[in-house]
């Protein structure tokens, strides 16, 4: 069982819900990127959805976008963000990481040594947006056999049978896609969100969360009680815009910027 798995079974057992916030590897450096891992641990955070950079962030908003610019300003590379990885785990083996971001660095890189070197610095989890389970084979079982998880996506217009599909592959747990459109849009249909999270139990027993259009802690409470775990990514990486260009910021500094993921931790350990 990996790390992933023994968290999200631990979460179950004792009716915890998953938070899950991301950033951008190397917004708006990799020192303050690491400083901010570990403060959104003190906030609450059971796993971080870490990005990597690449220039071509289709399913990306605006905020997150602009996240990324910011990284690849500073030449912030797939290699990189393993390392940051690396670093985090000198002072954390507990908090789960999930790496998310395309495929082309990943093709760059080359599966194998993609696989090996996540595997040697402490990823738990592998997320890339623009591979379809059907092509996702080869690094999927290199993956597998690493005992990393297979992250995928499915969407409010994933038909039924593709649904099925895609959880025979996937592991760790499944991200829903609250909403037709990109990162930071709002989520304002919390029905149909529900209606799709009661059909997608029907096809798995994985933990399933949701992810877009989480905004704060009103939001966070409502998607927490339809599923297992909420994503937050474009609220946070918004406040990461806020902070200067410096490789050193103050816990007081640290702390507000994240205070978000604080609030939701408090918000979805208080749904009843």
Do not use: W
């Not at 057992?13 to 917004?27: C, E, F, H, M, S």
């Not at 379809?132 to 993956?143: D, I, K, M």
């Not at 991200?175 to 529900?194: C, E, F, I, N, R």
């Amino acid at each position: 069982m990996s790390r992933l798995q023994k968290l999200a079974a631990q979460a179950s057992a004792n009716q915890r819900k998953l938070l899950i916030p991301y950033l951008v590897a190397g917004d708006p450096n990799l020192e303050t990127s690491l400083s901010l891992m570990h403060e959104l641990t003190r906030q609450g955070a059971d796993i971080i959805e870490l990005g990597f950079p690449f220039s071509d962030p289709a399913s990306d908003g605006p905020v997150i976008q602009l996240g990324v610019e910011r990284a690849l300003a500073k030449q912030v590379s797939l290699q990189d963000t393993l390392e940051l990885v690396r670093r985090f785990r000198e002072q954390d083996q507990t908090t789960a990481i999930v790496l998310m971001g395309y495929l082309n660095p990943i093709e760059i890189m080359g599966y194998e040594g993609f696989v090996a070197t996540a595997k040697e610095v402490g990823v738990d989890g592998v997320l890339v947006v623009d591979m379809p389970p059907a092509e996702s084979g080869s690094l999927h079982e290199r993956l597998r056999s690493a005992d990393i998880d297979t992250i995928y996506l499915v969407a409010p217009t994933t038909t039924a049978s593709r649904a099925a599909a895609i959880v025979e592959r996937c592991s760790g747990y499944l991200y829903y896609v609250s909403l037709k459109g990109v990162t930071g849009a709002a989520l304002t249909d919390h029905q149909s969100v529900a209606d799709n999270i009661s059909a997608l139990r029907e096809l798995t027993d994985l933990p399933i969360v949701i992810g877009f259009g989480i905004k704060d802690a009103d939001s966070a409470k409502a998607m927490a009680g339809q599923a297992d775990g909420i994503i937050i990514g474009s609220a946070l990486v918004a406040k990461i815009a806020d902070l200067a260009d410096t490789d050193s910021h103050d816990a007081a500094e640290l702390a507000a910027t994240c205070s978000l993921i604080g609030t939701a931790r408090t918000a979805i350990d208080n749904l009843n």
